[in-house]
């Protein structure tokens, strides 16, 4: 099979998995944000393949995750901000650790980081508009602050959760073999 369409139809098999264990979650906070492990695939794929293909897979998936996820978005800046550039910016910062030791962990960092950040970034310039007067107890009076908030609640577990499960899967040779890209 021609190398091209091989990781072409990883991609696909793992964005595929991705959405489905995105279905798989606990919603913590009103208007999205749920805890789940859909971006362990993702991260995966962006380790083995790098950061070209990491953003390209990144990209599809969160066009997915709106189409099929019930995206909530109040206009074209957040579908594109929250989706398609949240989710391209966890497949690069992923990518960026191919051929890394440890590389799923870093991936893992990196890229929930990235994508942490463009949610961070949107929640306080556009969403902010709408922050609540108060949230977990506390008055909110910065959109910068109460976005940080709102997005670590489920961010930070999400990122724990795939850590976790990455560190479960490597006692499988197997899958080690794949974590490492030593396949390829």
């Keep these: 099979m021609n190398s091209k369409t091989k990781t ?8 595929a998995a991705a959405q489905v264990l995105s279905y798989i979650s606990i919603p913590p906070v009103a208007n999205g ?15 083995r393949h790098g950061a070209g293909w990491g953003t390209g897979t990144g990209l599809v998936y969160g066009v997915l995750q709106y189409v099929l996820g019930h995206g909530i978005a109040i206009d074209w800046t957040t579908i594109i901000a929250d989706y398609l550039i949240a989710y391209a910016a966890l ?24 994508r942490l950040l463009v ?28 976005s940080i908030l709102y997005n670590a609640i489920y961010m930070i577990p999400c990122i724990l959760i795939v850590l976790v499960l990455f560190r479960l899967l490597s006692a499988n040779p197997r ?6 890209a030593e396949d390829l």
């Design 91 to 114: 497949g690069f910062g992923a990518g960026l650790c191919r051929g890394w030791k440890h590389g799923a962990y870093l991936g893992t960092l990196l890229g929930g980081g990235l």
């Design 119 to 146: 949610h961070y970034i949107v929640g306080a310039v556009v969403w902010g508009k709408w922050m609540p007067e108060e949230f977990l107890g506390m008055t909110m009076t910065s959109p910068w602050f109460y």
């Design 33 to 47: 944000g749920s805890i789940d492990c859909a971006m362990l695939p993702i991260i995966l794929f962006a380790v």
């Design 8 to 15: 072409l139809t990883e991609a696909a098999i793992l964005i």
């Design 175 to 180: 899958i080690h073999t794949l974590m490492a």
